[in-house]
Antibody
Framework: LVQESGPGLVRPSGTLSLTCTVSGGSISNNKYWWTWVRQSPGKGLEWIGEIYHRGFTNYNPSFKSRVTISVDKSKNQFSLKLSSMTAADTAVYYC??????????WGQGTLVTVSS | ELVLTQYPGTLSLSPGERATLSCRASQSVASTYLAWYQQKPGQAPRLLIYGASNRATGIPDRFSGSASGTDFTLTISRLEPEDFAVYYCQQYGTSPPMYTFGQGTRLEIK
């Protein structure tokens, strides 16, 4: 299982910080990549990026200049930081476990609103 | 950049009918990299099909996927009431390594 946590409100120009806690297995399992996906209200799904437990990352070029995904193996967690937030970044943010180019385990999602 | 186009945008059908949802890729992609998800309101997406034609664990056999060149199809052979939802196709591209979703098809009760 994976579960997102973090603040539901971020100020414009601020930085979003979310954590995904992995339970029922090790984040260091060599099979899996760990991913962040978001969904703006009433819109479709958008892949943000992914990380492997050894620290390798891939990012969506649309976010590359302001996104950082990191892993904390001691806590079995991975995290998302997204800087320079605007209203357009208001969305439900999901973490998920990747296996062979798809995701079969998703968190319930956390709504992040960008507002002053 | 790889673009996935899903059609139709909305499909109105009745329970018991057959649903055919399409996803077209803007360039050649390996079937291995194509997945389908179902999403209901207020829920996370649920993996249905991976590798274009393989059902994920626990997915009923009324769901099937197929591929022909850059065209991918999700078929629901006989619609159940719980199948009315939004469906997304998703593809992995290698240059650069990234994932792309289609814009979704809304399957609604007629």
């Amino acid at each position: 299982l994976v579960q997102e946590s973090g603040p539901g409100l971020v100020r414009p120009s601020g930085t979003l910080s979310l954590t995904c806690t992995v339970s029922g297995g090790s984040i260091s399992n060599n099979k899996y990549w760990w991913t962040w996906v978001r969904q703006s209200p009433g819109k479709g799904l958008e892949w943000i990026g992914e990380i492997y437990h050894r620290g390798f990352t891939n990012y969506n070029p649309s976010f590359k200049s302001r996104v950082t995904i990191s892993v904390d193996k001691s806590k079995n967690q991975f995290s998302l930081k997204l800087s320079s937030m605007t209203a357009a970044d208001t969305a439900v943010y999901y973490c998920a476990r990747g296996d062979s180019y798809n995701w079969n385990y998703w968190g319930q999602g956390t709504l992040v609103t960008v507002s002053s | 950049e790889l673009v996935l186009t899903q059609y139709p945008g909305t499909l109105s059908l009745s329970p018991g009918e057959r649903a055919t949802l399409s996803c077209r890729a803007s360039q050649s992609v390996a079937s291995t990299y194509l997945a389908w998800y179902q999403q209901k309101p207020g829920q996370a997406p649920r993996l249905l099909i991976y590798g274009a034609s393989n059902r994920a664990t626990g997915i009923p056999d009324r769901f099937s996927g197929s591929a022909s060149g850059t065209d991918f199809t999700l078929t629901i052979s006989r619609l159940e009431p719980e199948d009315f939802a939004v469906y997304y196709c998703q593809q992995y591209g290698t240059s650069p390594p990234m994932y792309t979703f289609g814009q979704g098809t809304r399957l609604e009760i007629k």
